[in-house]
């Protein structure tokens, strides 16, 4: 497996990357994957609505109840990387609307649509993603998401074309850009994937100094990110996303000891979080501080929040097999795959601890 830090090298030979969450979300072991199963989750329905109370205030009787019983189904079932039974819930879901579209059951559309795209049901997807814009034209977030699949499926002009417009309805939301950056290097169009960078930075003159920073730690400018950064961390020293864009940069410009001190100081003056906890524990795995790795996956884990507690358990197992407990890994492993049972690369790597 890549390290990020190579995978960085990689990235600073292009001008032409995330979104974490975009949201700043956990990275497993392999820190080839962008994109947690977490964010997608949240990138493509958290934000339709306000809230679970924004639902329930425009929804009432048997009916309702039972189609806000199943997302919620819906959602358990995701979370648990089970996308099958996930798109049955909120199908079901769906099957007890009256005909008179609401927020819910766009967000329930949203859902549904990652859920198919994450089965490989492509073109379910497209058809999903599509019948939301019929319904705004306006929806940003269907574009991308459709754009997103449009590449899946090979067709860079229709996903070019859909992204176009997500970022045209919405110029100033610098986590379009970065999830594109990130779609279009993956499938390998650094050129393409480097000219939203560019239009990002060009069509935002009064950018403040976090976002130039994480545009430059895209492009690779890793001194210009770090500057940044450190400008922007003066006035927002408590922020998660920036003390792991900060970290994610020393570490590229070679100081991961420094880059764990960060995350260790943060982790001491604020709140427990989990994406800190598995940024540190990646660190000290470079820095083969493997019992440090694992506790810090550990304290993570019994966070048991959502957004990274897939990628926090893959890389408690990780760590144990480094540390040549083969056993644990295999037990941990095997109750990791009963919960993200379509984890093809986990599959693989407890075939590999069957061997041991």
């Known amino acids: 497996m890549n390290s990020r830090k190579t995978r960085l090298r990689k990235l600073g030979l292009i001008w032409s990357m995330v979104l974490l969450s975009l949201f700043t979300g956990c990275k497993n072991n392999s820190r080839d994957k962008i994109e947690a199963e977490g964010e997608q989750v949240e990138s493509a329905a958290g934000r339709v609505v306000s809230g679970v109370q924004g639902v329930l205030s425009e929804v009432s009787g048997s009916a309702a109840n039972k189609k806000l019983t199943y997302r919620r189904q819906g959602i358990d079932f995701m979370s648990k990387g089970d996308y099958a039974s996930a798109r049955n819930a909120f199908e079901l879901a769906l099957s007890f609307s009256n005909g008179l579209v609401k927020k819910v059951d766009v967000d329930i559309s949203y859902y549904l649509g990652v859920c198919e795209v994450k089965l490989g049901d492509y073109d379910a997807a497209v058809k999903t993603f599509s019948a939301i814009i019929g319904l705004n034209e306006k929806a940003d977030e269907a574009y991308y998401m459709r754009g997103k699949v449009e590449l899946m499926k090979g067709d860079k002009a229709a996903a070019l074309a859909d992204y176009d417009r997500a970022?045209?309805?919405?110029?100033?939301?610098?986590?379009?850009?970065?999830?594109?950056?990130?779609d279009?290097?993956?499938?390998?169009?650094?050129?393409?994937?480097?000219?939203?960078?560019?239009?990002a930075v060009s069509e935002n003159e009064k950018m403040g100094d976090y976002q130039r920073g994480v545009f430059s730690y895209y492009i690779g400018d890793y001194d210009e990110a770090r500057n940044y950064l450190e400008k922007a961390r003066n006035n927002k020293s408590d922020d998660v996303k920036l003390i792991i864009y900060l970290g994610r940069t020393y570490e590229a410009l070679g100081d991961s000891a420094y880059a764990a001190s960060l995350y260790q100081t943060w982790?001491?003056?604020?709140?427990?979080?989990?994406t800190i906890y598995n940024e540190l524990g990646l660190i000290k795995l470079d820095l083969s501080d493997v019992s440090g790795a694992l506790s810090?996956?550990?304290?993570?884990?019994?966070?048991n929040d959502p957004n990274c507690l897939q990628s926090l358990r893959f890389n408690e197992i990780v760590a144990y097999e480094r540390l040549g407990d083969f056993s644990q890994a295999k037990s941990k492993m095997s109750a990791y795959?009963?919960?993200y049972p379509t984890d093809q690369t986990a599959a693989r790597e407890y075939e590999f601890l069957g061997s041991r």
Do not use: H, M, T
């Not at 939301?173 to 970065?178: V, W």
């Not at 050129?191 to 239009?199: D, S, T």
């Open 167 to 182: 970022v045209g309805l919405k110029p100033s939301k610098y986590e379009l850009y970065q999830k594109i950056f990130v």
């Open 184 to 199: 279009l290097y993956e499938a390998g169009y650094e050129e393409e994937a480097g000219a939203y960078i560019g239009r």
């Open 267 to 274: 982790l001491q003056s604020n709140e427990p979080d989990g």
């Open 296 to 303: 810090a996956f550990q304290a993570g884990i019994e966070l």
């Open 337 to 339: 795959l009963a919960d």
